[in-house]
């Protein structure tokens, strides 16, 4: 199989506080890594793409100021909401590409949900 | 500009068969994904195809014609279970993934 995790799966946080989003993939290697946002009853928005070793690239609109990414293994990137604010809370979804496959699947995280009080 | 369109909403029965469009405008192709979400869930891949024809996978089949930028994924014997959003989405020239803002589909007992 081709699994992805996420930690954490929810968490609460005051705002003005960071909170960091981990995502892993655990039986395989991903070059590429994605990160979403989707808000109730929306669709997935794609936030930033993450390549291993290099800088993330950050969808228009995104602050990547706000929004760090990390992708500092073939199995590991993290997204760090810093300063955050009631608005940024929302269900994060992380996602990761199996090239060795062959295919253009994504694999996706089971999510965090994040509200910020 | 790029862009999918499927329907906000639909309800069917169970037991019975529903078809879910999807139509996609791109910058280039790469293929056409189909995800099922459960409120609350991350989305699950259910199908891709990248060639013209209907691909079938148990109870669930997807079908794509390049040439009208149409898609749709068709669900026979509905179970309860199968409630939940259907996600379209089509890859463009550089690989990313555009997606629609999914069908919610309600099965009716």
């Known amino acids: 199989g081709a699994v992805v995790s996420q930690h954490p799966s929810w968490v609460i946080c005051k705002s003005g506080t960071s909170v960091k989003i981990e995502c892993r993939s655990l039986?395989?290697?991903?070059?590429?890594m994605f990160w979403y946002r989707q808000f109730p009853k929306q669709s997935l928005m794609l936030m930033a793409t993450?390549?291993?070793?290099?800088?993330?690239?950050?969808e228009q609109g995104v602050e990547k100021d706000k929004f760090l990414i990390n992708h500092a293994s073939l199995t590991l990137s993290t997204l760090t909401v810093t300063s955050a604010h009631p608005e940024d809370s929302s269900f994060y979804i992380c996602s990761a590409r199996r090239p060795e496959a062959g295919g253009h699947e994504q694999y996706f995280g089971p999510g965090t949900r994040l509200t910020v009080t | 500009g790029q862009n999918i369109d499927q329907p906000t909403e639909m309800t069917a029965t169970e037991g019975a068969i529903v078809q879910i469009n999807c139509t996609y405008q791109t910058s280039g192709f790469n293929g056409l994904f189909w995800y099922q979400q459960h409120a609350g869930e991350a989305p699950t891949f259910l199908s891709y195809?990248?060639l013209d024809g209907l691909e079938e996978k148990g109870r669930f089949s997807s079908f794509l014609s390049r040439s009208k930028g149409y898609s749709y994924l068709l669900l026979k014997e509905l179970q309860m279970k199968d409630s939940a959003s259907y996600l379209c989405?089509?890859?463009?020239?550089?690989?990313?993934?555009?997606w629609g803002a999914g069908t919610k589909l309600i099965i009716k007992p």
């Open positions: 989405a089509a890859m463009d020239s550089n690989y990313q993934l555009i």
């Open positions: 993450s390549n291993e070793g290099s800088k993330a690239t950050y």
């Open positions: 039986d395989f290697q991903a070059t590429t």
């Open positions: 195809n990248v």
